[in-house]
């Protein structure tokens, strides 16, 4: 059974930087198709960041250049470094993953992230001006 856990999300203030971590167990997410997505209440959800299939990382144009996605292989863990938060950052993020994104675009891939097999139950992340 796949379970997958966020943590490090919190409150800051405009500018600051957070390292949001997924952990999984029943999961390896080496080369597989796996991102981090968020929502805010009321709105739709946004896909974030994403490895698609070959290690290709994709990233909301909201969020290019602020945040990185990376991997810990020997922690088998997923990393997002969110830097230069923005107030319009603050929603609650979680990590996804998925069986195979196949022939899937880094755009596809990050507009479907919602809908991946897995995902875990999410982190708050806010930030104030």
């Known amino acids: 059974q796949v379970h997958l856990v966020e943590s490090g999300g919190g409150s800051v203030q405009a500018g600051g930087s957070l390292r949001l971590s997924c952990a999984a167990s029943?999961?390896?997410?080496?080369?597989?198709?796996v991102g981090w997505f968020r929502q805010v209440p009321g709105k739709d959800h946004e896909g974030v960041a994403v490895?698609?299939?070959?290690?290709?990382?994709g990233y909301a144009d909201s969020v290019k250049g602020r945040f990185i996605i990376s991997q810990d292989y020997a922690k088998n863990t997923l990393d997002l470094l969110m830097n230069n938060l923005k107030p319009a950052d603050t929603a609650v993020y979680y990590c996804?993953?998925?069986?195979?994104?196949?022939?899937?675009?880094?755009?596809?891939?990050?507009?479907?992230?919602?809908?991946?097999?897995?995902r875990g139950q999410g982190t708050q992340v806010t930030v104030s001006s």
């Open positions: 490895f698609a299939e070959f290690g290709v990382t």
């Open positions: 029943g999961y390896t997410f080496s080369g597989k198709c």
């Open positions: 996804a993953a998925h069986t195979s994104c196949g022939l899937m675009s880094t755009k596809q891939a990050l507009d479907r992230l919602p809908g991946f097999a897995y």
